[in-house]
């Protein structure tokens, strides 16, 4: 049977692939991502010199790597993906319609708006839960800032194509029913996506659960990846520069060990919600009245 898309199904639910194909395809994206990391965290403390190959430490180096392992990966998954499936890669961003620059534009200035102004009432509402010391410009800030603004757009976006774009259908397609298949595509890759964040405080590993539901929501709600790209590059790239300027002039850390969360993540958790609803509103209301 040919695997191609049916037109007749859902964005996350639209992959025809045999149960093992998909198994394989999911731990074997997995595997890469983890071992792509490695490699490259490998590399990064060669050249900053020190023992501890996972800092948390986020130096330019170690960023870099983080960054680049992620786009990487998200490359080979995508091209894998698509020859497994035996469809077209671009079938992997958006179906059943084509590609939108415009609504990456459109809802990468929503997005900004909206995380900021999370940023903003987490700064009022719980100062003492951001981390920021004040602000400071060093070398190692500008550096920081370089490879945030230069390779986070790639590790966002990264994410998103593993996550959304190649596990989501990939898990899915062992259920056939479109709508059910949705619903495992959904929860399978929403799971993976914060269990690879390896939280072990319980409010950052609900964080990384409403993120990757949300942007799930949003892809097929909108039935393509933009809107959860948009999303997701701005958050990283809000997020990444404050803490990076407004670390002193010193190298940010970032901790996922127990406590390192706390009720201030309900801010950010709000702000993705109200970005899913936005998203919701503005695709039923841009879809033609039948």
Same mark, same amino acid.
């Given at each position: 049977?040919?695997?191609? /898309?049916?037109?007749?199904?859902?964005?996350?639910?639209?992959?025809?692939?045999?149960?093992?194909?998909?198994?394989?395809? !999911?731990?074997?994206?997995?595997?890469?991502?983890?071992?792509?990391?490695?490699?490259?965290?490998?590399?990064?403390?060669?050249?900053?010199?020190?023992?501890?190959?996972? @800092? /948390? $430490?986020?130096?330019?180096? @170690?960023?870099?790597?983080?960054?680049?392992?992620?786009?990487?990966?998200?490359?080979?998954? *995508?091209?894998?993906?698509?020859?497994?499936?035996?469809?077209?890669?671009?079938?992997?961003?958006?179906?059943?319609?084509?590609?939108?620059?415009?609504?990456?534009?459109?809802?990468?200035?929503?997005?900004?708006?909206? !995380? &900021?102004? +999370?940023?903003?009432?987490?700064? *009022?509402? &719980?100062?003492?839960?951001? +981390?920021?010391?004040?602000?400071?410009?060093?070398?190692?800030?500008?550096?920081?800032?370089? =490879?945030?603004?230069?390779? &986070?757009?790639?590790?966002?976006? +990264?994410?998103?194509?593993?996550?959304?774009?190649?596990?989501?259908?990939?898990? $899915?397609?062992?259920?056939? /029913?479109?709508?059910?298949? *949705?619903?495992?595509?959904? $929860?399978?890759?929403?799971?993976?996506?914060?269990?690879?964040?390896?939280?072990?405080?319980?409010?950052?590993?609900?964080?990384?659960? =409403?993120?990757?539901?949300?942007?799930? =929501?949003?892809?097929?709600?909108?039935?393509?990846?933009?809107?959860?790209?948009?999303?997701?590059?701005? %958050? %990283?790239?809000?997020?990444?520069?404050?803490?990076? !300027?407004?670390?002193?002039?010193?190298?940010?850390?970032?901790?996922?060990?127990?406590?390192?969360?706390? /009720?201030?993540?309900?801010? *950010?958790?709000?702000? %993705?919600?109200?970005? !899913?609803?936005?998203?919701?509103?503005?695709?039923?209301?841009?879809?033609?009245?039948?």
């Amino acid at each position: 049977m040919a695997n191609d /898309p049916q037109i007749n199904r859902p964005y996350g639910a639209h992959l025809h692939l045999a149960r093992w194909r998909s198994a394989l395809l !999911v731990v074997g994206i997995l595997i890469l991502f983890f071992a792509l990391q490695f490699a490259f965290y490998a590399a990064s403390s060669l050249i900053d010199g020190r023992e501890d190959l996972f @800092t /948390p $430490a986020m130096t330019p180096t @170690t960023q870099l790597a983080n960054n680049l392992s992620v786009a990487a990966t998200a490359l080979i998954a *995508l091209l894998l993906t698509a020859r497994t499936a035996r469809v077209p890669w671009r079938r992997l961003l958006t179906h059943p319609r084509g590609i939108d620059l415009r609504r990456l534009g459109r809802y990468g200035v929503l997005s900004l708006t909206l !995380v &900021a102004a +999370g940023a903003g009432a987490t700064a *009022l509402l &719980a100062p003492e839960a951001t +981390g920021w010391v004040g602000f400071g410009i060093t070398g190692t800030t500008v550096a920081l800032l370089a =490879v945030s603004v230069l390779t &986070a757009p790639l590790q966002s976006a +990264g994410e998103e194509l593993i996550f959304r774009g190649s596990l989501m259908p990939a898990i $899915a397609s062992w259920v056939r /029913p479109a709508r059910p298949a *949705l619903i495992a595509g959904i $929860a399978g890759s929403t799971i993976l996506f914060a269990l690879v964040h390896v939280s072990f405080d319980p409010w950052l590993f609900a964080y990384y659960l =409403v993120l990757g539901l949300g942007t799930a =929501v949003m892809a097929v709600v909108s039935r393509g990846l933009e809107a959860s790209i948009a999303f997701h590059v701005a %958050n %990283n790239l809000v997020t990444s520069t404050l803490n990076t !300027v407004l670390a002193g002039g010193e190298t940010p850390a970032f901790d996922r060990d127990v406590g390192a969360g706390g /009720p201030s993540y309900l801010i *950010l958790m709000a702000v %993705n919600v109200a970005v !899913v609803a936005v998203v919701w509103w503005r695709e039923r209301a841009a879809r033609p009245r039948r």
